[in-house]
């Protein structure tokens, strides 16, 4: 299994609105990522994102350029900012047989998943930028492995080349 790790966009102050949206900045940030996932031909069978709004719209983003339907995002407190890595990684084994699975989600879960993923119990400190994107293969039994980390500079070269 190929899990995907995205942290939303860059999102408004709760002084602004205490749903906290992507920002102008954030959204297009996120598109630009979309498009290069596009480009690069990543296809998801499971797109995961927190109930956050900034979540559920970087997910609603990935998901229309790279044909997954927006209806089929799953909303899930397992995937939240505070959340304990070890559930997130229960609840994705619960869909164990699918090949690339998409979550668009927040800090610092999003890297505690990556370190526990790729070391088991073990803590690395993972960085990741909003609008990045993180690949890590899943085997079976074992350790993750990091297949790659695009920063979303990156992403946008990818997305106007």
């Not at 990935?62 to 939240?80: F, L």
């Not at 492995?145 to 920063?151: K, R």
């Amino acid at each position: 299994m190929l899990i995907h790790l995205m942290q939303h966009g860059a999102c408004l102050s709760k002084e602004l609105d205490e749903n906290q949206p992507l920002s102008p900045v954030g959204k297009e940030m996120v598109e630009k990522t979309a498009r290069a996932a596009g480009k690069l031909g990543l296809r998801f069978e499971l797109i995961l994102a927190s109930p956050k709004t900034r979540s559920l719209q970087t997910a609603a983003i990935m998901a229309e350029q790279t044909g997954y339907p927006v209806s089929g995002i799953e909303k899930t407190d397992a995937v939240k900012a505070m959340a304990s890595p070890r559930t997130a990684i229960d609840f994705i084994k619960e869909y164990e047989g699918l090949d690339s699975v998409l979550i668009a989600g927040h800090l610092p879960s999003l890297a505690k998943i990556a370190s526990t993923l790729l070391t088991g119990d073990l803590s690395v400190e993972i960085h990741i930028e909003n609008a990045g994107l993180m690949q890590i293969a899943l085997p079976p039994k074992g350790n993750g492995v990091l297949n790659w980390y695009l920063t979303p500079a990156q992403l946008g070269l990818i997305a106007a080349g």
